[in-house]
Structure formats: structure tokens, C-alpha cells
Nanobody, 124 residues
Framework: EVQLVESGGGLVQAGGSLRLSCAAS????????LGWFRQSPGKEREGVSC??????YYADSVKGRFTISSDNAKNTVYLQMNSLKPEDTAVYYC???????????????????WGQGTQVTVSS
């Protein structure tokens, strides 16, 4: 059974940092890429970043501020979020994705499995 468990969300002031973690089980990183999505109230879920056996990809809105990484030995993926802005406020979801990359320069993710999400709130 595929399981994805996020942690590390919380409340932070604008300009601050948070590190999200996602513990994955039930599959290997050879089976799926790992990615992060987020969803704000009233908005559609959007892809934030993904990692594909090394190469990493980011949405333009977070490029230069967020960093995705993975520890294959621990089956864990991380999202380091720096210089946070109020517009980054959202529920962040870890996902096992079958598609991870850029199409016409735009981050493209297709997810098969989701975690339960972790709330990130950035105050101004």
C-alpha cells in the first residue's frame, strides 16, 4: 500500500523559512517520481516542484526560493521553503507522480497518490 505522510507545516512570518518532509512507503523511488502540490482556499491545486531521480523542477512562482530534495535511503522527500510570502499560504501535499518535468517551460506533474497534506500559513 502506497503511503505518503507529510510533516513540517506551520505558521511563519513573511520572509521566514519552513522545511516540509514526506515519508513515503509502499513503493520505491524507481517506481515514481516525488512531487509537491499546494492548494489555497478557492483555488485549484497547483504543482510546486518535483524530483525525478536527480533532476528537479519548479513552478515559476517558487523558483529560487524553494528547494526539493530526497533521501532515497530514508524514502523521504523534502521541500525547503525560504523567503516565504503570504501568497505561499496553502495546504501542501506530497505526491507520488508518474509525470515530472517541463512542458513548454511549464512545470508538469501528474500524480497517482497523495498524502493527507500539511498546512503552511505565512503571515504578513
Amino acid at each position: 500500500e502506497v503511503q505518503l505522510v507529510e510533516s513540517g507545516g506551520g505558521l511563519v512570518q513573511a520572509g521566514g523559512s519552513l522545511r516540509l518532509s514526506c515519508a513515503a512507503s509502499g513503493f520505491t523511488f524507481d517506481d515514481y517520481h516525488l512531487g509537491w502540490f499546494r492548494q489555497s482556499p478557492g483555488k485549484e491545486r497547483e504543482g510546486v516542484s518535483c524530483i525525478s531521480n536527480g533532476p528537479t523542477y519548479y513552478a515559476d512562482s517558487v523558483k529560487g526560493r524553494f528547494t526539493i530534495s530526497s533521501d532515497n535511503a530514508k524514502n523521504t522527500v523534502y521541500l525547503q521553503m525560504n523567503s516565504l510570502k503570504p501568497e505561499d499560504t496553502a495546504v501542501y501535499y506530497c505526491a507520488a507522480v508518474s509525470v515530472c518535468g517541463l512542458r513548454v517551460g511549464v512545470l508538469t506533474l501528474e500524480s497517482d497518490y497523495w498524502g493527507q497534506g500539511t498546512q503552511v500559513t505565512v503571515s504578513s
